[in-house]
């Protein structure tokens, strides 16, 4: 080996897609069934200066959570690249502010349970807000007392018209993946129709 | 004790979610089966990190890994020759170098900084075509196309 200290070398592209959704809404399942691995989970303390509802007047508190993510791997030797689909973990107010998950990622899915629909809600505003790509995905559970349509999901859930939503069975590899390759079509349309936002910066961030 | 036991704690399967009971709002109880704080493992971190809380070298979730010289890596941590023991297949992530020796991300980031420092491991970073987005989205596209022909 040689002595002179190389800090980098070349390897494929990495690419991270955020898969989110409220608790049960079958996030780990859906990554499953991606993934060419099995689905790992790795945790991270986060830390945030809580906003004053919970704080004394006049005294900033810091509130430190671990928050437990989920992921999967997809290799595509050909073009050199390897996809992450990370899981955000269920409380949303703290994995926003986690810029390593979602800095950079090409995209989002919101995994919606209509069972509990409303449990989307936040991430669908959030990634709108960020202006992030992403489509919500329905998926359909075998006991649903009532499967809703597309359309009724995007009214309830205020989805915005360019915004794909789209069935799927989070069990089932190919249903997973026509998402996934909705999702990218998606961000491809943004890309040829707009330019592109200037990228959010990257920043070391603290834990 | 804590590598050990932490890294038994934090498992190297899939995680089940949680058990809830059915109509159960996932905001209202808090989701706290998943939100837990270890102050015992908080401390053995402190051990692992020297105390640090920041790598030297900027890395993020998916940067990838490779071993340089792993001769470099010898006497560290535990959780450091697992790290270079990983990496010898091929380049491997952050987060999953992270979840295997069970290390929260921040801390797996503090013993890499202090392998490629050591000379054992170094980043793999993407050629410059994966500056380009567009070309990312279409070689991305196409990366999915051949995999949803294979598993269809």
């Keep these: 080996m040689s002595p002179d200290m190389r800090t980098e070398g070349h390897g494929p592209t990495t690419v991270k897609i955020i898969v989110s959704g409220g608790f049960g809404a079958g996030k780990t399942t859906l990554i499953g069934a991606a993934s060419e691995i099995e689905p790992l989970t790795t945790e991270e303390y986060l830390t945030e200066v809580s906003d004053g509802i919970d704080s004394l007047a006049g005294v900033e508190r810091k509130a430190t959570t671990t928050v437990a993510l989920d992921f999967g791997r997809l290799t595509f030797r050909d073009q050199q690249m390897v996809l992450y689909l990370f899981g955000t973990p269920g409380q949303d107010r703290f994995w926003f502010t986690w810029d390593d998950l979602v800095v950079g990622a090409v995209g989002a899915m919101v995994l919606i349970d209509t069972r509990r629909l409303a449990d989307g809600f936040a991430a669908v505003g959030y990634f709108e807000q960020t202006g992030m790509p992403f489509v919500v995905a329905i998926n359909e559970f075998d006991d649903a007392p009532y499967r809703y349509s597309p359309a009724e999901v995007r009214a309830a859930l205020e989805v915005p018209d360019r915004v794909p939503v789209v069935r799927c069975d989070a069990r089932v590899p190919s249903s997973v993946i026509t998402v996934l390759l909705t999702l990218v079509d998606h961000a491809l349309t943004y890309e040829y129709e707009q330019p592109r936002p200037s990228a959010p910066v990257e920043q070391p961030h603290a834990v | ?152």
Excluded at chain 2, 37 to 62: D, F, W
Excluded at chain 2, 74 to 103: F, N, T, Y
Aim: net charge negative.
């Design chain 2, 1 to 152: 004790m804590a590598a050990d036991d932490m890294a038994a704690s934090a498992g190297w399967g899939p995680r089940q979610p949680p058990a809830r009971s059915a109509g159960d709002p996932a905001r209202s109880s808090g989701g706290d089966q998943a939100w837990v704080t270890y102050e015992a493992e908080e401390l053995s971190l402190y051990a692992i990190t020297g105390g640090r809380t920041r790598p030297q070298h900027s890395m993020r979730l998916v940067t990838l890994l490779e071993v340089a010289d792993p001769a470099s890596a010898k006497g560290i941590a535990p959780e450091a020759d697992q790290a270079v023991e990983l990496c010898r297949a091929g380049p491997c992530s952050v987060a999953e170098i992270a979840a295997r020796i069970g290390l929260p991300i921040q801390a797996t980031k503090i013993v890499l900084s202090d392998l490629i420092d050591s000379g054992a491991l170094v980043m793999a970073l993407p050629g410059p075509e994966a500056s380009d987005h567009l070309q990312l989205l279409e070689a991305l596209r196409s990366g999915l196309e051949t995999r949803l022909s294979d598993v269809a």
